[in-house]
């Protein structure tokens, strides 16, 4: 089963460009790597997804290294809307299957 | 774009009661899953059912039991509530070619929160 870590919280201003990362040691071959963003009370919101190297949308980009143990979600300029919790997710296919399961989030807070 | 839509939006109980929660994926969408959340808490995987048939299991109680039905759309049936089952529910959907893979991309719907008194 592979689990994520990721830092509990993070503070920023808006206009900065917030880097999230997580580790993912025990991640397998085919899983693939997706973050989500939840505000409170809302179901999460698909931001973006990987397998290696580097993946950009218009709203983040998510840099995965070669050995693909971490990411890293990358929020350029951020706003105030962009305070939630968000969320890394590595596919769990070990029973062949895919369960999204969610660890513990980051709770970035975007400050005026 | 048609998003995942789930009823009610709010329910409440009381224990020992019943309650259903409903979950319309995503036209064309073939995979549900639901998910519990409580308060203060991460979701927490409880069932999945790929075209029709459940495809995995989490850590769903046996009060609860769910299905998908032939349009789709699922059930999430809970029975002997308990105020510990006060929580949001999301269902969430997706497309899988053949079966859940692990390059699905997942929706989620808003959730339906469910509060026992």
């Known amino acids: 089963l592979a689990k994520t870590t990721q830092p509990i919280s993070m503070d920023s201003y808006e206009g900065q460009e917030v880097n999230i990362t997580c580790s993912h040691n025990n991640i397998a071959t085919n899983d693939y790597i997706t973050w989500y963003q939840q505000f409170p009370s809302q179901g999460p919101r698909f931001i973006i997804q990987?397998?290696?190297t580097k993946v950009t949308n218009e709203v983040a980009s998510l840099f995965i290294p070669a050995d693909r143990k971490s990411s890293t979600l990358s929020l350029p300029r951020v706003s105030l809307s962009d305070t939630a919790v968000y969320y890394c997710l590595v596919g769990d296919s070990s029973g062949g299957s895919y369960i999204p399961t969610f660890g513990r989030g980051t709770s970035l807070i975007v400050h005026p | 774009a048609a998003g995942v839509i789930q009823s009610p939006r709010h329910l409440i109980k009381e224990k020992r009661e019943t309650a259903t929660l409903k979950c319309y994926p995503i036209?064309?969408?073939?995979?549900v899953y639901w998910y519990q959340q409580g308060p203060g808490q991460d979701p927490q995987f409880l069932i999945s059912?790929?075209?029709?048939?459940?495809?995995d299991k989490g850590s769903i109680p046996d009060r609860f039991s769910a299905q998908q039905f032939s349009d789709y759309h699922s059930e999430l049936n809970m029975s002997s509530l308990e105020l510990g089952d006060s929580a949001l529910y999301f269902c969430a959907s997706s497309f899988s070619s053949t079966s859940p893979g692990q390059g699905d991309t997942i929706y989620f719907g808003e959730g339906s929160w469910l509060t026992v008194v």
């Open positions: 990987g397998y290696k």
């Open positions: 059912f790929y075209e029709k048939m459940q495809s």
């Open positions: 036209p064309r969408h073939d995979t």
